[in-house]
């Protein structure tokens, strides 16, 4: 930079003199020295844009870094809970003083369904980091007809549907992987009725929870982040999985939330 200024200068000086007439300056050499600053000030540019790219590659590579370390954070809590049930309950069973058949069946049973757990976990974990564009089976379908369907599943008589009929095309499982996640969350926030409204393409699950603190709310929307790790009423892998299958259906979640009122989860297809 400094030397390109340098340059500047004397071609001001050069050009001042040249005019001034009080010296005839030889045409070449005040082309090359031209020349040279052009050069110069293309090396500049050059330099500043490698330095902008490698900034955001190095920006990038973070970005990538920290939500794997979340990736990786959220994985382990959802793998820590039912390890620890299969753990203690494997060392009460060791005891060769236990005589307490009804207990060993329990403590069996519990195993079983950590296992189950922790399989379903697994093929989760394999169905995520598998899912991209060519996986996907596009087709038209009703919306309003998919939640339909979707409400009528145990586990989801809290949740009232309002909306009407709208078509979208898209992968119409992994759509309603997404919804079942967002209807899950919702009802695991939320003791009252969760409300989920289809219309005009667009999906809106609202709770009446506790809501999501600011702070949280910027961090949820940006990567993968657990609202309380003390808890099994996480986000973890389920918002995880909705970020991804809306992310190659080229759409994104919204989220609005208002602490001790309830939070609001939208996105829209086409």
């Given at each position: 930079?400094?030397?390109?200024?340098?340059?500047?200068?004397?071609?001001?000086?050069?050009?001042?003199?040249?005019?001034?007439?009080?010296?005839?300056?030889?045409?070449?050499?005040?082309?090359?020295?031209?020349?040279?600053?052009?050069?110069?000030?293309?090396?500049?540019?050059?330099?500043?844009?490698?330095?902008?790219?490698?900034?955001?590659?190095?920006?990038?590579?973070?970005?990538?870094?920290?939500?794997?370390?979340?990736?990786?954070?959220?994985?382990?809590?959802?793998?820590?809970?039912?390890?620890?049930?299969?753990?203690?309950?494997?060392e009460i069973l060791k005891d060769?003083?236990?005589?307490?058949?009804?207990?060993?069946?329990?403590?069996?049973?519990?195993?079983?369904?950590q296992s189950l757990k922790l399989?379903?976990?697994?093929?989760?974990?394999?169905?995520?980091?598998?899912?991209?564009?060519?996986?996907?089976?596009?087709?038209?379908?009703?919306?309003?007809?998919?939640?339909?369907?979707?409400?009528?599943?145990?586990?989801?008589?809290?949740?009232?549907?309002?909306?009407?009929?709208?078509?979208?095309?898209?992968?119409?499982?992994?759509?309603?992987?997404?919804?079942?996640?967002?209807?899950?969350?919702?009802?695991?926030?939320?003791?009252?009725?969760?409300?989920?409204?289809?219309?005009?393409?667009?999906?809106?699950?609202?709770?009446?929870?506790?809501?999501?603190?600011?702070?949280?709310?910027?961090?949820i929307t940006k990567k993968f982040?657990?609202?309380?790790?003390?808890?099994?009423?996480?986000?973890?892998?389920?918002?995880?999985?909705?970020?991804?299958?809306?992310?190659?259906?080229?759409?994104?979640?919204?989220?609005?939330?208002?602490?001790?009122?309830?939070?609001?989860?939208?996105?829209?297809?086409?």
């Amino acid at each position: 930079r400094k030397l390109a200024k340098s340059f500047k200068k004397i071609l001001e000086f050069l050009n001042f003199i040249n005019d001034s007439k009080s010296v005839i300056l030889e045409d070449s050499i005040f082309k090359e020295l031209n020349l040279l600053n052009k050069k110069l000030l293309k090396t500049k540019e050059k330099i500043l844009k490698n330095i902008q790219k490698n900034k955001k590659q190095s920006d990038k590579i973070a970005l990538k870094n920290t939500q794997l370390a979340s990736v990786i954070s959220a994985i382990s809590h959802e793998l820590k809970n039912p390890l620890s049930v299969i753990d203690l309950s494997l060392e009460i069973l060791k005891d060769e003083n236990l005589k307490d058949e009804k207990l060993k069946k329990e403590l069996l049973e519990k195993i079983s369904r950590q296992s189950l757990k922790l399989n379903a976990l697994t093929h989760k974990l394999n169905f995520v980091f598998n899912l991209n564009h060519e996986a996907l089976q596009m087709q038209e379908f009703d919306l309003f007809a998919l939640c339909e369907k979707i409400v009528k599943n145990p586990g989801f008589e809290r949740v009232i549907l309002r909306g009407k009929s709208t078509k979208v095309k898209a992968d119409e499982f992994l759509i309603e992987q997404v919804i079942i996640n967002l209807l899950s969350n919702a009802l695991k926030y939320s003791q009252k009725e969760v409300i989920l409204i289809a219309q005009d393409q667009k999906i809106s699950v609202l709770d009446f929870g506790k809501g999501i603190e600011e702070d949280q709310l910027k961090l949820i929307t940006k990567k993968f982040y657990k609202i309380d790790t003390k808890s099994d009423n996480s986000f973890g892998l389920g918002l995880f999985l909705v970020k991804k299958i809306l992310s190659i259906h080229k759409s994104y979640l919204e989220i609005s939330s208002t602490v001790s009122q309830g939070s609001k989860f939208s996105f829209k297809l086409h």
